[in-house]
Every structure is written in C-alpha cells, then in structure tokens.
C-alpha cells in the first residue's frame, strides 16, 4: 500500500522527516519497505529557464535544420541548433540549457550536452511541449506569452509543481484500520503522543450539508444482515470533467490514474479516509428506487469491465425499482449504471457491507478491487456518514454538484464496539516485563480504546468498531507492546530449554531420518500449495469459499505439484531433477480422507555431466533404488505387485500386510503433455501413517559384525516367461534355513539357444552361520532345498 507523505500530514502534523516517519511505523507494525520520490512533472523543470529568439537562419548543411541564437539570461546568448518547423525571431520560448536532463514517460532521461549538429555547434534545446510532461503536442516547440513570461526566469517559477514522497508499506490483511491515509496518520500519532514526540491529529468528523428540494429516490435493504448500514444521496446538475492538479498529483502520487472529478473524489475518500463509495448515474435508476440484497441464481449482470457475468445468487447485488441489478455491492459497478462524460445528476453510495458476502462474491468472480479488499476485511461502520459529506463536499466544490434532498440511511441495529477484560498480570505474563498501569491506560486512550472501568487486576475496555482484528485480551495486548515498543522489551539472558529426544514411535523422526538421506543422495525439498485445481473432481475435496477458481480443490496427489515444479526448473534450463516433497492428499469417500505422504520425483541425467562418466538419463530402476534405500530403515518384509494407475504408463505397488505402501512407476504421456514437460519422469508416492505403523512393529537392534565370511552359492533357473523374480525372492524368503541372508537376481536372458516361452534367471543367495564356518554339506542342503522348492512352485530347471 503506498502513502503519499503529503497526503499524511493532512491528518498529522509533525516535523519528523519522511524517513523518520518510516522507521517509527515499521516499529509498529506498518512495516515501510520502502520510500519513493514523486513528482508531478518528472524533473520538475530544473535546469528549463524562459528565452528569447533572437535569431533564427536557415542551418548551412541540413534542409530541415536551423541555426538560431537564443537569450537566455542577463544578456547571454546561447547557439542552439533546432529542428522544430515553428521556431522562428521573436518567439520567447523554454530553453533546456547544458546539462538539463529530460525525461520521457518512463522515467527515463537524456541529458542536454554541448554538442555539433551537422557541424554547427548547438549548446542546448528549445523544447516543445511532450518533451516537458506538459501535454502530447509535439508538433513544435513551446512558443510562451512574452508579457506574461520574463527571459532569464526559471520556467518552474510559472507552475505550482508537486513534489512528494511516498510510502510503501507491506500491510498484514488484519490491518483493515490503516488502510487508508488517515488510519495510518491516527496509528502514528498514537505511537507519537505517547513516546515524547511532538504530534498533533484532530479527528475527522461529518460535515454540515447544505441542500436544496427535496427528492424522490426512496431506498429499502432487503437483508439487514448483509448489508447493516447504508447511505445514500442524490446531487444534481454535476459537471463531469477533469480533476483540478491537486487532486490529481494526490492520487498519481500513490499510483492511481486520475478519470474525472466524480471518480477522482470517491478514489480520494477511499484511500483518505478507508471508506469505498460507489456513484451511479441517478438518471439511469430505474423508478428512483435504490434497493440492496441478492437476485436469482443464473441472473445475466454487465459489470463496468465489458464483462457479462452470471451471478450465483448469494451475492449482495445493488438493484433498481424494477430488481434489475446495478452492481455488485463492495465489488464492481455495473456498466449500464455507471458515471460517464454525459452524466448530470447522481446517486452516491456509502456503505457497510457484511465482510464475509463481500468476499464469498469477489473471489466467485474472480474479482480483486480496492473497494472489495476493504469491505471483505471489514470496514468502518461509523465512519460511512463522514465519507460520504466529505465527498459531497468535494463534489459541491469541484463539479458544482447540488444536493438535493436530506440523505437517505438505513442503519435499523448500531455496530456495537467490543467489550474486553484486560489483567495487569496477564500483560506482565506475557511480554515478561512490567509497564506502568498510567501508562498502559495511556496507550489506550492514544488508540481510541475506552476505560469503562477499574477494577482489581485490571480494566473493562471498549475497543472501537473499525479495529475488527482486536476482540480478544490476546490481541489488546498486542496493540499495548505495538505502540510502547518491541524495542523496549529486553531479551532474556539466559534460555531455558529441554530437550526431548524422539522416539521410534515418533513419525517426525522418520520424516526427519528420510528428508536426510534423500537430501545426501542429492535430492532438494519442496513445498507446495495444498489447494490446487483438479481436471477430475471424482472423490475431490472442494472448498466451500476457495479464494480463485484455481484455488478451489484440495489436491489429491502430490505428483502435479511436483510436476509444477520440475517445468519451472527445466524452463530454466535446470533439467537434471532430484525433487522430493512431505505433505498431505485430500479425498471425499464414504467421509473425508487425509492422508501424509512422501513424494518423489526424478528426471533427466543421473549423474551431472562431467569428464569421467559418460551421459546417463535417469530411469525407473535408479528411483526404485532410492525407495529400497528409505525402506531399508523401516526393516519390513513387502510384496511387489503390479499396479494400475492413469497417473503412470509403467508401475508397481509395494504392498505389506494386504495394504499399498509405496506407489512407483513412469509418470503417464498424458501426464507430462499437460504439464509441456517434454522428458521422462518418474514418480514414486510411500504412505507415511502406514510406513510408521509398521516401523514401530520392528524395532530394530543392533548386532556385532560377524566373525565368520559369508558363503555365496548361485543357481542358473530355466523358468516359464510367466514367472516373475518377485515370486522367486518370496518363495526363496519363505526356506526354514537361518543361513540365507541375502538373495539377488544378477542375470536375466531371454533368446536364442531356450525352448519357447522359456527365459533364464541367474540368483546369488549368500549364507552365514554366525556361530562357525558353514559346511560343505550344509551348504548343499540349504541349496538343494531352494531348488526342490522352485522346482515344485514353478516347474524350475537347472541350467548347466
């Protein structure tokens, strides 16, 4: 949000320079990230004087060129080369001299230099009238009144130019009473008046209307709820046109462009005083009746952007006598009933309307404005009436407006202020030092904060209405450090912690033993958003009032966020991808779903390129690696099975105890085009809840290493297609044999020199007796007892 600092102290008056200002509202809590200079002609004409044409010849060396002497100052004369077709002997004009820098439209300059045109020398420029920001005409230089303009004045001395600085403040959503000037002006004060600092600030209050007649517009709020208190009034014989300069430089200063006076004056209250207003055409009304609360769902609406929109039916809508709708309210006008050139006589609205209904229509449609991000954040209810005198004041003044008739309101229940209990020992409590009771009651008088009552540990305030995001204890104590200062608390000498160690049974623990392996083996971490937009709502989790339509679902997997985020890398010419993500999916079953997981997602090379190993593109078998390596620290027994998954064009399921735990396979063609990735991925999904159960079954113990050497043995299978090494690895898991510990598929063939349908598996089983060197005969024994089992499950032939 920007504040002009000229705009401030309209409400504020203080001596404290700009950037003073800046650091007393970061402290609290209006954080200034930044000050901006504004002028309202770039430059602001330094280094442009007024001069005279004394003469003016044809150049020697160009056709479209003359040569022309100029006075300038004090009888010095300057030669300046100029292409203008209109400059000519006599002509007092404005001259840039050396070293004046103009600036365009972009804020980009040049700088005047002495310099040769065609061979004559030129020591400066007489300018037309765009090349100053003075207006678009650039079809000759600027010819000035000779009896009005003085040769050898400054050319700025004619004009009453504004300069400003300006305000960037990061603004927290809660922070609805500072956005505007004069909330910003009255939080400062409140930390001025309060810290020694010389301030003063005078309360803005409703202005004392004159009027004229009587009119015949009547108003009716359908719903008190949704719209607790409205304005209105009706000025005639209006004269739409431009703003005069002051108005215009305020609101060009924060970065608004002046429309016209109407306009200008409803933009100027509602960044002055926070209140949006809304002007309607009072002709286009139709019955002269003005009538607030919803249409029917369906209803066709043409809002001042060109756009036709269909309404949803819970919107607050601003209708006509005949319920046609004119606007919706705290949202966006309407086209058919909104203020233009031709526009005579008004109807101006100020209003509250409920924050909630604001907020469930602008971000139904789609629609962010200055006026919807107040009312949805809650405006204030007392100030509607100030606003909206300010404003007809303004347009009496400015557009010679008449008000016609007394203003129309409807405000049936008074927004209550917020009554709270504050204790002294709960302050003490929780800002850990203590401040003086005359000085907190200090504090809350500087913000507006009513003492109802003493009583014995503390006060029974009043909080005003416009501070919507103070309604707890909690949050008055807040505003109490806010204005006495973060900066006054001292920070404890010593800190006291214990640490907890985590357990087994801790899920945290095995996120945290994951996140470093996977980051060892080089993976990176993200994050992403949980609300997303699905092309399948199937079984989808959709928000009642989601902020965007592209925000509307909560996500079902956590392959598309990574997919996301592996185009915006490969866009970037980063395409070697490593990603993994810890986070929850979203379903709506028989009842709502949640569920954590771990995602990961791999794709382009392998191993970065370098001098020793040649280019490899990572693939399914390199990320089942990565799977095997993590659940190797769960020490569970699984099953691979193959899966079925549109997600994928490849996959398998681990599977412990009937029950999916990991998901992995090539993420689907269809998947990538919709993404534009346009090389292999390749996805895998583990289910933490159910990884953590089965991790705190089999506690994992420690052993000495082995005296005795591992004895290896392998077996060449002559197997039936069919038979997958899945099969083999369970049946050969399954031998009585304590010696077995560790089984491996090295080799697998398939073609010439086998019978048909028959492939070849080559296994390694390695054995230890940890006690004593195993046995010839007991080694025979265990592998003769593998082999009659392959033969018996799967008809297995020795091969060699």
């Not at 691979?640 to 396979?665: M, N, Q, T």
Request: charged share 30%; glycine share 6%.
């Amino acid at each position: 949000m920007k504040i002009s600092n000229n705009w401030l102290k309209d409400y504020i008056r203080t001596e404290l320079k700009t950037e003073r200002i800046g650091e007393f509202l970061t402290d609290i809590g209006l954080e200034v990230e930044g000050i901006e200079k504004f002028e309202s002609i770039k430059g602001s004409l330094q280094g442009i004087v007024v001069g005279k044409v004394l003469t003016c010849e044809k150049h020697p060396n160009a056709d479209k060129l003359k040569k022309t002497t100029v006075e300038v100052a004090n009888g010095k004369v300057l030669h300046i080369v100029c292409g203008a077709p209109n400059v000519e002997a006599g002509q007092t004009v404005p001259v840039a001299v050396v070293g004046t820098k103009i600036y365009d439209k972009t804020g980009n300059f040049f700088e005047i230099k002495e310099a040769k045109i065609r061979g004559e020398v030129s020591q400066g420029m007489i300018c037309a009238e765009n090349e100053l920001g003075l207006g678009d005409d650039h079809g000759g230089i600027m010819v000035l009144d000779e009896e009005k303009y003085e040769v050898g004045k400054n050319f700025a001395d004619y004009f009453e130019l504004t300069t400003d600085e300006v305000l960037e403040i990061g603004l927290t959503p809660n922070r609805t009473d500072a956005m505007s000037h004069y909330g910003v002006a009255r939080d400062l004060h409140a930390y001025l008046s309060t810290n020694k600092q010389n301030s003063e600030f005078e309360k803005v209050s409703s202005l004392v209307l004159n009027n004229e007649g009587s009119h015949e517009f009547t108003l009716e709020v359908e719903d008190a709820q949704l719209c607790p208190r409205y304005i209105g009034a009706v000025i005639e014989n209006v004269k739409v046109t431009d703003s005069p300069s002051w108005l215009k430089d305020r609101l060009k200063a924060i970065g608004l462009s002046p429309i016209n006076n109407v306009v200008d004056i409803t933009n100027y209250i509602l960044h002055g005083y926070g209140q949006p207003l809304h002007a309607f055409d009072a002709d286009k009304i139709a019955g002269k009746k003005v009538k607030v609360g919803t249409v029917q769902e369906g209803t066709k609406f043409r809002t001042l952007d060109g756009v036709e929109r269909t309404l949803n039916g819970s919107e607050i809508i601003i209708k006509d006598g005949n319920d046609q709708p004119m606007c919706i309210a705290g949202v966006f006008g309407g086209a058919d009933s909104g203020v233009s050139a031709e526009t005579e006589n008004i109807f101006l609205e100020s209003a509250y309307f409920n924050p909630v209904a604001v907020r469930k229509g602008a971000k139904f449609h789609g629609l962010n404005t200055d006026a919807s991000f107040r009312f949805e954040r809650g405006v204030d209810p007392n100030i509607t009436r100030t606003a909206i005198t300010h404003a007809v004041k303004l347009i009496q003044e400015l557009a010679e407006g008449k008000l016609v008739g007394e203003l129309l309101e409807e405000y049936p229940k008074k927004i209550e202020d917020q009554y709270v209990i504050i204790r002294f020992s709960r302050i003490e409590q929780i800002l850990g030092t203590k401040i003086h009771r005359e000085k907190v009651k200090e504090i809350l008088k500087a913000l507006e904060i009513q003492v109802l009552n003493e009583i014995q540990n503390g006060y029974e305030i009043s909080v005003p209405a416009y501070r919507a995001d103070v309604t707890r204890e909690i949050d008055v104590i807040e505003e109490i450090l806010r204005i006495y200062g973060y900066n006054k608390i001292d920070a404890p000498q010593k800190i006291s912690f214990t640490p907890v160690k985590l357990s087994a049974q801790d899920q945290d623990e095995l996120e945290n033993n994951w996140a470093r392996t996977l980051q060892s083996l080089g993976f990176n971490e993200v994050m992403n958003n949980s609300l997303t937009s699905v092309k399948d709502e199937t079984d989808a989790v959709k928000l009642l009032n989601p902020l965007s339509n592209d925000l509307a679902f909560m996500r079902k997997s956590l392959m598309e966020g990574l997919l996301q985020n592996a185009i915006y890398n490969i866009n970037r010419k980063n395409q070697d991808i490593k990603f993994f993500e810890f986070g929850k999916i979203y379903h709506k079953r028989e009842k709502y779903e949640e569920r954590k997981q771990l995602a990961i997602l791999v794709s382009g090379r392998e191993v970065s390129e370098n001098w020793l190993q040649p280019k490899s593109a990572t693939s399914f078998y390199n990320l089942k690696a990565y799977v095997k390596v993590l659940l190797e620290k769960l020490a569970v027994d699984y099953n691979e099975v193959a899966l079925s998954d549109e997600r994928f064009s490849d996959a398998l399921a681990y599977e412990a105890d009937g029950k999916a735990l990991v998901r992995i396979g090539k993420v689907a063609p269809q998947m990538l085009k919709d993404f534009d990735i346009d090389q292999e991925c390749f996805y895998a999904e583990i289910e933490l809840e159910f990884a953590q159960e089965l991790r705190s079954k089999n506690e994992l113990k420690f052993s000495d290493i082995p005296k005795f050497n591992k004895i290896r043995r392998d077996l060449a299978l002559l197997l039936d297609k069919s038979v997958n090494y899945q099969d083999l690895y369970q049946t050969a898991k399954k031998n009585k044999s304590p010696y077995i510990k560790n089984i491996n598929l090295f080799d697998v063939y398939e073609g010439k020199n086998l019978p048909e349908g028959k492939k070849s598996y080559a296994m390694s089983f390695e054995l230890l007796n940890e006690e004593k060197t195993l046995e010839e005969k007991e080694i025979a024994a265990v592998m003769d007892s593998l082999v009659k089992s392959f033969q018996k499950e799967f008809n297995a032939e020795l091969r060699g």
